[in-house]
Structures are given as structure tokens and as C-alpha cells.
């Protein structure tokens, strides 16, 4: 098995099991707001697709996001998430209404997408460089970005979502 593959079946992986936690979520546990500053679990899990949408579409394969394209005003959300440096995640989380039927879907698609660019990939194009420094990241390989800006963040926030679900008394991890 090469990079490329043992990346795509782990990021296979991670999706299902996000998928697997969302899979009993009610409108009413997708916008409950927990105490504390976390986000609700619905803004949560929004946050995750759209964020995998614009990395690896916008940035990694330098495309338009599915949101921004063929998914534009079809993604389940009430409101477009921030998109200037100083507006608040976490108050745009608080408002914003989410339709899970339509936003699972449209995660669906951004999985698809994932896979897809992934497909694409040899080993040899992990080394090539992405400048993060406008994050506060520097300079980073695609490895790293797929493995941490990718796969790092569907796994943290599956764990945060499977808890969200904890604190109503839901089960979070479905085995």
C-alpha cells in the first residue's frame, strides 16, 4: 500500500464514522447550544464539511468549493459561515440554523470530492509545498496538510461531535 492509498482508506474511515455519529442526530440535538464557548453540534459538523470543501477543492486543487459552485444555496445552512478574517465562528455557530437531510448530502459530496482529488495524487505529490503562513503555519508539505488539515480535522471533530451528543444523553460513538 503507497501514501496515497493508506491516506484515502483512513479519510474513508473517518468519514463513516462521522457519518455514523450524525446518523440519530435530531434538529433539536443539532442546535442545542452546550455550556461553556463550544459550538452546537449541527454548526460543528457544518463547519467540518464546509471546511473540508474549501481546503482540499479551494486550496489543495486550487477549484471552486462545491459550496460555492454546484452546492451553492443547496447545503442545509440558514446563513453562509464566516468568511473574513475577524468574524466571529463561534457567534455565527450560534446563529445559524442547519437542515441536516440537505447538509449530510452535501457532505456526501465533498467526501466524493476528497477521494476524488486524492485519486489523482502519486506519492511523490505529498512533497510538494503549500505556504500555510497565512494561518500561522508556515511552510507544510500536502502530506501534512492532507493529514492534518484533513484527516487530523474530521477525526477532532468527530470526537467533539459524539460528545456534544453525550452531554443531551445520546449516545456519541455508535459501538
Known amino acids: 500500500m503507497n501514501s496515497v492509498s493508506l491516506l484515502r482508506d483512513q479519510l474513508k474511515q473517518s468519514h463513516e464514522f462521522l457519518e455514523m455519529i450524525m446518523n440519530d442526530v435530531t434538529p433539536e440535538q443539532a442546535h ?9 453540534l449541527g454548526a460543528t459538523y457544518a463547519h467540518l464539511v464546509i471546511g473540508e470543501d474549501g481546503f482540499v477543492n479551494g486550496m489543495l486543487k ?3 468549493p462545491l459550496m460555492a459552485g454546484t452546492w451553492a ?3 442545509g445552512l440558514n446563513e453562509a459561515p464566516p ?9 455565527w455557530g450560534l446563529r445559524v440554523r442547519v437542515d441536516l437531510g440537505p447538509l449530510r448530502q452535501y457532505a456526501q459530496a465533498v467526501y466524493a470530492a476528497t477521494d476524488q482529488f ?4 502519486a506519492d511523490s505529490d505529498l512533497t510538494r509545498p503549500i505556504d500555510l503562513s497565512g494561518f500561522g503555519l ?29 452531554l443531551q444523553g445520546a449516545k456519541g460513538y455508535p459501538f
Do not use: D, M, R, Y
Open 32 to 40: 442545542w447550544t452546550p455550556p461553556g464557548i463550544a459550538n452546537p
Open 62 to 64: 486550487g477549484s471552486v
Open 73 to 75: 444555496g443547496k447545503v
Open 83 to 91: 468568511s473574513t478574517p475577524g468574524e466571529s465562528w463561534h457567534q
Open 118 to 121: 486524492l485519486a489523482s495524487l
Open 138 to 166: 508556515g511552510n507544510q508539505t500536502l502530506a501534512w496538510c492532507l493529514s492534518n488539515g484533513v484527516l487530523g480535522h474530521v477525526s477532532g471533530h468527530f470526537g467533539e461531535i459524539a460528545c456534544l451528543k453525550g
